[in-house]
Antibody
Framework: EVQLVESGGGLVQPGGSLRLSCAAS????????MSWVRQAPGKGLEWVAN????????HFVDSVKGRFTISRDNAKNSLYLQMNSLRAEDTAVYYC?????????????WGQGTLVIVSS | QSVLTQSPSASGTPGQRVTISCSGS????????VYWYQQLPGTAPQLVIY???QRPSGVPDRFSGSKSGTSASLAISGLRSEDEADYYC???????????FGGGTKLTVL
């Protein structure tokens, strides 16, 4: 059974940093792109970033470019999101999501999410 | 403002057929597959349609998807109370080099 378990969320002040982690199990992480998707309270889904199987290619939504970094450790079955210079508008539930692999079906498995609150 | 446009709400009575639309442009829907996700209250989204019109195993055949040009739609026939949820379309955008979601449609079963 595919499982994605996020951790690292919490309350942080504007301008602060936070590192989210995602523990993957039940599939071969190294065979899949992986993404982070967020959802602000009462709002819709917003894709944040993704990373290729070997970490050689990454993409980010414009609003987080230069502030967020995505990384992975396939040996540890883990995905990470380093968030710096956090703003109030980054407040959201952050989901770890399996992106494309074989077959290339994006976002077929989601974690339960971790809540990040940016507030003073 | 989402790159993909969805109506904020839709409704129907049990047994009816409802359609949810998603409008984009040549750089996203016009060039790539469309995916649909259902989000029940308080839960993570789950995939209901992939590559425009395919259903994952476990998704009832009451759910169907289609795409034409720069628009796509999700149809739910034989509406049931458990279909009440938020529905999101998504696709890759070649110009943005990223995934884009619609703003979501809240489906109410009357």
């Amino acid at each position: 059974e595919v499982q994605l378990v996020e951790s690292g969320g919490g309350l942080v002040q504007p301008g602060g940093s936070l590192r989210l982690s995602c523990a993957a199990s039940g599939f071969t992480l190294s065979s899949y792109w992986m993404s982070w998707v967020r959802q602000a309270p009462g709002k819709g889904l917003e894709w944040v970033a993704n990373i290729k199987q070997d970490g050689s290619e990454k993409h980010f939504v414009d609003s987080v470019k230069g502030r967020f970094t995505i990384s992975r450790d396939n040996a540890k079955n883990s995905l990470y999101l380093q968030m710096n210079s956090l703003r109030a508008e980054d407040t959201a539930v952050y989901y770890c999501v399996r992106d494309q692999g074989n077959p290339p079906i994006p976002f077929d498995h989601w974690g339960q999410g971790t809540l990040v609150i940016v507030s003073s | 403002q989402s790159v993909l446009t969805q109506s904020p709400s839709a409704s129907g009575t049990p047994g009816q057929r409802v359609t949810i639309s998603c409008s984009g442009s040549n750089s996203n829907i016009g060039s790539n597959y469309v995916y649909w996700y259902q989000q029940l209250p308080g839960t993570a989204p789950q995939l209901v349609i992939y590559t425009n019109n395919q259903r994952p195993s476990g998704v009832p055949d009451r759910f169907s998807g289609s795409k034409s040009g720069t628009s796509a739609s999700l149809a739910i026939s034989g509406l049931r109370s458990e279909d009440e949820a938020d529905y999101y379309c998504a696709t890759w955008d070649d110009s943005l080099s990223g995934w884009v979601f619609g703003g979501g449609t809240k489906l109410t079963v009357l």
